[in-house]
């Protein structure tokens, strides 16, 4: 079965490249040698993932490990978009709504093809940027000694791509919130810690102004758990696997090891010696068996994960996969919200999703 499901996830892609690849050489209005410059360029420029992937980037200068990132996986989106443009321009055809001569040779169509997927990434990096404000308030019919205000974030992604300068703005914007705790659904490592490292990013996280608490994510572990639970302890994060822990204003934290690790515990055990008077909070960096928390008594849970898909129409997919792919739900007397995440892996991309942080506020 895994041997199928991987000749399934090689093939696909495969077909998709071989379908533009195929379309980009026909629409060209150029010579072969032109055409086959530019149609190797674009190969080279889609290699860069497995090159991440098998080979890696941390035994490169920094600088030339981010162009390789950015590179690499900016090409999948794009190959994404210019797979659904093909394929649309196709059906316009096969109906008789686009002259067949815009596809073959064709300046104009070159042109129409080549604006189109510079306007969609340019908007899509833009988009990126622009970190949306979400306010979540919630009242609670437990008693909590004052109300309480929280900065949620998830899916950071610091490495080749998310850099110190983008962490420094990041905590600036989080401490202008004048949180009493910043909390941290996992993934703040990308790929590696060799960036993090190099950059000092640990500083940054330390002139955060509040408590910081965070669970860890499937990234943190593809880092390597060890190297991220360091970077944790020198960042001054409280790192919560399989942990509980009470604050001060009767709220309790319960961080659950992402499900990664096979061996995490089972939600009903680290609920064992947790005040049920507390208002409860679960920190599960991947959405799965949501029932789990409302069965426990959890009052709220916030994940990550998802990213919303990042791009269109991905975020469809997801909505598929998961019951609740991004936002709030409500089962039972349980809150659950799910983010799109701070930051991004892959592509600085936003199309048809958004970059946000959590302001909660609790009474």
Known sequence: MNSLMGLIFF???????????????????FGNVYKAVILGLMILAFLCIFFNFFIGLDGLPTIVARIFYEIGYSSLFILLYLFMLFLLADVARWIGILPREYLHASGVGSLVVLLLIVGIFTYGNLHYYNKVKVPIALKSSKRLKQPVKMVMVSDIHLGYHNTRTDLAKWVDMINAEKPDYVLIAGDIVDFSVVPLLRADMAKEFRRLQAPVFACLGNHDYYA?????????????????????????????????????????????????????????????????????AERNGVDFQFSGHTHDGQVWPVNWIEKAIYEDSYGPLMKGRTFYYVSSGLGIWGGKFRIGTQSEYCVVTIE
């Open 11 to 29: 093939v696909i892609p495969l077909l998709g490249c071989s379908f533009v690849g195929w379309h980009v050489w026909m629409i060209l209005p």
């Open 224 to 292: 390597g758990e060890p190297n991220s639970e360091k970077f944790y302890r020198d960042a001054g994060i409280k790192l919560l696997r399989d942990a509980t822990i009470d604050l001060e204003n009767g709220i309790t934290l319960i961080g659950r090891d992402d499900r990664t690790n096979k061996r995490r515990k089972p939600l009903k055990d680290l609920m064992s010696g947790v005040d049920r008077n507390n208002y409860l909070i679960l920190l599960d960096h991947q959405p799965y068996h949501l029932e789990d």
